[in-house]
């Protein structure tokens, strides 16, 4: 997430215990259950930091997260990596973004880098890569790709909806080319405080690439508190989700993998925040919820 002022604010991890993971890496996350996973800024390079989150639980890490530009860190495919996260019982999954970690960079619009063709090749060889590593990985492709100053968003240097749904599904044939068809897809649009249902829904299906060529729907659910303007205020957890969840749902018939979540220190109980994203996504209220995913270290840009 580029959160839209140049603040320094790290927003605080939330971590679910490990007990709760039931969906291992050698069911492909196909358990209907809930996977948990983590970030940091040092994975996949050092994974050693994974063992304080896992010893207090019955099980590994679900996923283990990492980012790569395509212009900048992690560009280049590397199944050194992949092999890493395996051997620790883990799927990788990897938010892959095409840009050089510029925002609003007229040279990765989605016409510029994708659909012109300018990148093919690189492209081919992540497929490549990672059908030959063969074991299952999450992809989460482009995410935000609205209300924001992402190169690749909906409004940022030309770049349309229909055009953000026309890269997804060029890559995706290059993919199915390659016959990476171990790679499962995250589809994951912003969340924006304050945005009720209707509107959600509008914008997801503006940009909804279709059911054919997305896996999972992801989300990314923050709590701002007293900490960032604009944010709403504090807000629980079910609130923060409940209208984007009901819009992904609507739009996409897919489970639901929270790629980010996490609140701000001050404005409220940060404690009971996590107690009550605990047990809602153990409620009904969110039964399509499958995976979710924390973030330590993640320092959110404007």
Sequence with gaps: ?????????????LVFSTTLIEAKADQGLNAPSLAVGLYRPEFPDRLSSLDAYEQGGASRMALVHWYALWGGWKSAFNAADLE????????????????????????????????????????????????????PVMLRFAHEMHDQ????????????????VAAWRYLHAVFAEERATNVRWIWNPNTMPGTRRA???????????GNDVVDWAGLDIYNGGSALDGWGG?????EALADPYDAV???ADKPVILGEVGSAETGGA???????????????RFAAVRATHSLDGHAPRR
């Design 1 to 13: 997430m580029i959160v839209r002022t140049f603040a320094a604010l790290v927003l605080a991890m």
């Design 84 to 135: 890493a996260v395996r051997r620790r019982g883990s799927v990788p999954m990897i938010t892959w973004e095409p840009w050089a970690g510029t925002p609003a960079d007229a040279s990765w619009t989605l016409n510029a880098r994708i659909l012109s063709g300018a990148s093919d090749a690189y492209i081919r060889s992540w497929a490549r890569g990672l059908a030959a590593y063969g074991g």
């Design 149 to 164: 100053s992402y190169p690749w968003a909906v409004g940022v240097n030309g770049n349309t909806a229909d055009q953000y």
């Design 199 to 209: 509107k959600y829904e509008e914008i997801y299906r503006s940009v909804y690439p």
């Design 234 to 238: 504090w807000r629980t957890f079910g």
């Design 249 to 251: 749902r609507a739009v």
């Design 270 to 284: 940060k404690a009971e925040w996590i107690r009550s994203a605990f047990a809602d996504l153990l409620s009904a």
